[in-house]
């Protein structure tokens, strides 16, 4: 998902202004969009299933166009936890202790099932399936503290990988799980501060980047100051898949900047598995960055040997897999530059291999030579509880298949993945690896929990 809020000194075009940002992080979610605006006494929102163009049309902006609003934060959904249903669209919003609360979430939290369970025996009541839900009414229990006391003492309850931007009438809050699993930064514009998923979403909104939120803090505005408490000591592991294929190649998360990280992770590629080959061949748009890296090192020339139809969308957040068929067809083609060539070809990931098998045989229907397949990122071997949906551990060709058998199955002549070390060079600081490895830096869920919840 993609999250982000302003808070303004005097009044702005809060929808607007949420409007632009939105649309720089629609690459983390294309399933339902959402807003909320306040002036301080009116709390509105607006939210359906969509993309951000089709939700915020300029008849719903207009309804949410308040003209003394000052706060406000906006929702891009990706479905992890809780299914693609209009009621899980965010932000979510309660009445508690604290007032209005509204709150958009982008991960998940590991621990949802047993703390919902405690609350509804409790007596608590649900209105959705999201886990982000839990979070509210862990709130709206601690009703007694401040909200930025409260939201500290819930991220203690919490186990998992999240970024959480919560607001009240007055108050915006930005909060980052203690691994720094999902990015969240903070930009000051001239008409006060902003918090996005990304920084591109900052410079929509007019605001400069100031710095990330920290693993485990709480960053606040209130009254126009900035205010900050650690609710968790940081233990730095943020997703490694980020940089490899989620973000926008523009983004600079924690330092260290995504185009440039893939170019370094296709560099790293070469080194470890070169090709004999004719040229190098990007799968658009997620594996080039890696193919401009793997070309540098290996001196090889980059072709566009794969059209992408710019109109498609992202294939994989379609959840049905004959929709996924139907799509892939859609949105990539052969050009005549890999006619008689030997390809190498280069993409960031292989999750279920439907897509990359198609594409080998695009490129040999088209008349390549041969097809040596180069992945910028390790087998993917496990489910991530994290907040990216890389399929069900069933779903993942890579849980029960060997490299060979995934090699003969997608039908490219060689085929070979980076390795953890080399991810972790190219990013260049600790990270999670845990769907490669197994190694969870922040908790997994009770078996079955993701379907308990709904
Ligand atoms: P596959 O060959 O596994 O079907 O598709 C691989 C390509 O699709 C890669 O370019 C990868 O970026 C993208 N992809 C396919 N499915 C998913 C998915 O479920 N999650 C993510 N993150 N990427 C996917
Ligand atoms: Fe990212 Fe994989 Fe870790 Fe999930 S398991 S947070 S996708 S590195
Ligand atoms: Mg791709």
Redesign the pocket.
């Known amino acids: 998902c993609g999250i982000l809020g302003l808070w303004s000194e005097g009044p702005v075009d809060v929808a607007g202004l949420l409007h632009l940002g939105l649309l720089a992080l629609q690459h983390r979610g294309q399933e339902a969009a959402g807003m909320a605006v306040t002036d301080g006494k009116e709390f509105l929102v607006e939210k359906d299933l969509g993309l951000v163009n089709q939700v915020f049309t300029e008849e719903r902006l207009g309804k949410l166009r308040l003209p003394e609003a000052r706060l406000g934060l906006a929702h891009t959904r990706y479905s992890t936890t809780g299914s693609n249903l209009r009621i899980n669209a965010q932000p979510l919003t309660a009445r508690t202790a604290h007032g209005v609360l509204a709150i958009a979430h982008n991960g998940n939290f590991t621990n949802a099932k047993p703390l919902r369970d405690r609350l509804l025996r409790e007596g608590a009541t649900f209105q959705s399936t999201s886990d982000t839900e839990v979070m509210l009414l862990l709130l709206a229990r601690l009703g007694h503290l401040s909200l930025p006391e409260a939201a500290a003492q819930a991220m203690r309850l919490l186990q998992g990988g999240y970024s959480i931007l919560l607001m009240d009438r007055k108050t915006l809050l930005a909060l980052r799980d203690p691994h720094g699993v999902r990015p969240l930064v903070l930009g000051r514009a001239p008409w006060g501060f902003a918090f996005a998923s990304e920084p591109p979403a900052l410079l929509l909104m007019g605001a400069e980047y100031v710095r990330d939120v920290r693993p485990g803090e709480v960053v606040w505005v209130e009254e126009g100051r900035l205010q900050s408490l650690q609710a968790l000591p940081p233990e730095p592991t943020p997703c490694a898949?980020e940089w490899i294929?989620?973000a926008r190649p523009d983004s600079v998360l924690d330092g260290a900047e995504a185009y440039e990280a893939r170019v370094r992770m296709g560099m790293e590629l070469f080194r470890e598995a070169p090709a004999e080959a004719d040229l190098v061949v990007p799968?658009p748009d997620?594996?080039i960055g890696a193919a401009v890296g793997y070309a540098k090192a290996s001196g090889l020339p980059l072709e566009f040997g794969l059209y992408k139809n710019p109109y498609a969308g992202r294939?994989?957040i379609q959840p049905t897999q004959e929709l996924r068929d139907l799509k892939t067809r859609l949105k990539l083609s052969p050009t005549g530059a890999v006619r008689g060539k030997r390809v190498v070809l280069v993409?960031?990931?292989?999750?279920?291999?439907?897509?990359?098998?198609r594409i080998v045989r695009m490129l040999k229907e088209a008349g390549a030579l041969e097809v040596h397949f180069r992945v910028s990122s390790p087998p993917i071997r496990f489910p991530c509880y994290y907040g990216?949906?890389?399929?069900a551990r069933k779903e993942l060709?890579a849980a029960e298949k060997s490299v060979e058998e995934i090699r003969a199955y997608?039908g490219a002549d060689s085929l070979a993945f980076l390795s953890e070390e080399g991810v972790r060079r190219a990013i260049g600081r600790p990270v999670c690896l845990a769907c490669f490895n197994g190694r969870y830096p922040a908790g997994v869920p009770e078996e079955g929990e993701k379907l308990a919840l709904e």
């Open positions: 898949f294929y989620f799968v997620s594996g294939t994989f993409d960031d990931s292989i999750v279920r291999g439907t897509t990359s098998r990216i949906d890389t399929a060709i997608i």
